[in-house]
């Protein structure tokens, strides 16, 4: 495997479940990150992790929960979800959390909450 | 605050076309960076260039140029004969060096249909 890849690449559950996404880099990266992207809205940046540590949460709910167990390695676990969580879940990862580093992008899992 | 703007929602040219996508950006930074990102339907975001404040130099990669005007806070895209595997969705993005705890903000993105 090269780049970022991510699994599921498509899950739908019910409010009720608890369900995990999984991220996975190959690029010897340090810094990890978890977006939301919603029709109609932009990129939204949910969680970073530089050096498996957690820097940022931007006001997510606690419904969503991270885990970084290595710099190569991203979860986000996922617990009484509404509907309106339905969304593309994009992870990416750069060299460091740097603002002049691109950022690699896995191909998202696509998530619906029934 | 940080704010980009990609006022074109959708855009439809037939191949061989050019096309510009427009990003107009606010921040009140002196160092900042500016990249272009590509989302094909495929879903992952695909990196195309960065460009930090200090360096107003227009680029040009291949059928690609990209126009940095600080005067204006644009840092607009052209695609030059268009093609259909150009039908993408683009992104311009800002990130600041001076804050702590600094983001990356996305503009809403450009949908671009090329067609045959």
Redesign the interface.
């Known amino acids: 495997e090269t780049?970022?890849t991510q699994t599921p690449r498509h899950l739908v559950m019910g409010m009720t479940n608890k369900k995990s996404l999984k991220c996975e880099q190959h690029l010897g990266h340090n810094a990890m990150y978890w977006y939301k992207q919603s029709a109609k809205?932009?990129?939204e940046?949910m969680f970073v992790y530089n050096f498996k540590e957690q820097?940022?949460n931007?006001s997510v709910p606690s419904r969503f929960s991270p885990e970084c167990p290595n710099s190569s390695h991203l979860f986000l676990h996922l617990h009484t979800l509404q509907p309106e969580d339905s969304a593309?879940y994009?992870c990416?990862s750069s060299q460091s959390r740097e603002?002049?580093n691109?950022?690699?992008?896995?191909?998202?899992t696509?998530l619906t909450v029934l | 605050a940080q704010k980009v703007t990609q006022a074109q929602t959708e855009i439809s040219v037939v191949e061989k076309e050019d096309v510009t996508l427009d990003c107009v950006y606010e921040t009140r930074d002196t160092t900042?960076?500016l990249?272009w990102?590509k989302q094909p339907p495929?879903?992952?975001?695909?990196?195309l260039i960065?460009r930090?404040s200090f360096d107003e130099q227009n680029e040009i990669s291949g059928r690609y140029s990209w126009n940095f005007q600080k005067s204006t806070s644009s840092f607009n895209f052209t695609i030059t004969a268009s093609q259909v595997v150009d039908s993408a969705v683009y992104?311009c993005a800002l990130?600041?060096?001076n804050t702590g705890?600094?983001?990356?903000?996305?503009?809403?993105?450009t949908r671009l249909f090329v067609k045959a």
């Open positions: 780049g970022v809205k932009p990129l940046l820097t940022e931007n593309l994009l990416a603002p002049y691109e950022q690699f992008f896995g191909p998202g696509r | 900042y960076y990249f990102y495929s879903g992952e975001l695909v990196f960065r930090n992104f990130s600041e060096a705890g600094f983001k990356t903000i996305f503009g809403a993105g």
